[in-house]
């Protein structure tokens, strides 16, 4: 499918149409989103809709490849940004909570394909590609990572390996919550929080200081 039509359009309609089918995917899931509901949150006429992106099928994919794109763009600038592996979970939590007020309904999308509650889990296996480029972009979040701020009793590698399973798990959690809340901006709010917190209690357990910056 060509999007390049709906990428042409301005940057204020274009937010506001995927902020539309974001919240409508997430909510009914694909098999009972409406496009009705669509155009009417966003402002839009029907044919304009099915212009664009052709069917509901080709908006759900443009919305799958999009959040994946953002989301995979998030962790190669933190680990761009950062050399700490706990930095760079940091920043990419800031990324989540600052595009929130932007799209408050792309982590409850995300959710909606990777939660164990998710209406569109069963979409996931279509998007072998992406999800691919997520895991190889989440390698890269660990590759090239300064230890120096592990103590000496510390074993970095053991102590980054640590930080991986017990984030994932994390991220996980978040989005089997989140597959079931919804679009609630309490659910996203303290799912930000228990991550953040999870990272404190990595950075005591392994680090010299309370920074972040290991």
């Known amino acids: 499918m060509d999007y390049s039509k709906f990428e042409k359009l301005a940057p204020e309609k274009r937010q506001r149409i995927i902020n539309a089918a974001l919240y409508e995917f997430t909510l009914y899931g694909e098999a009972k989103a409406s496009s009705n509901r669509i155009v009417k949150c966003a402002g839009i006429g029907k044919g304009m809709l099915f212009y664009y992106f052709g069917n509901m099928e080709g908006a759900f994919r443009y919305l799958a490849l999009y959040t994946h794109a953002k989301l995979s763009g998030w962790m190669t600038e933190t680990a761009e940004r950062h050399a700490g592996v706990l930095a760079r979970w940091e920043s990419l939590l800031d990324f989540a909570e600052e595009n ?60 980054i390996k640590c930080i991986r399973h017990v984030m994932l798990a994390s991220v996980r959690e978040a989005f089997d919550a989140l597959s079931e809340t919804g679009v609630e901006p309490a659910g996203f709010l303290t799912a930000m929080e228990q991550l953040r917190e999870m990272l404190a209690a990595l950075c005591r357990l392994h680090c010299k200081t309370e920074a972040l910056a290991c």
Not at 101 to 122: D, H, I, Q, T, V
Not at 132 to 157: E, I, K, M, R, W
């Open 100 to 159: 929130h007020a932007e799209e408050p309904a792309l982590a409850a999308f995300l959710a909606s394909m990777y939660g164990r509650a998710g209406k569109n889990a069963a979409r996931i296996a279509d998007y072998a590609g992406e999800k691919a480029l997520l895991h190889a972009n989440l390698n890269a979040f660990y590759q090239q990572v300064d230890t120096g701020c592990f103590p000496a009793d510390v074993d970095a590698s053991l102590g």
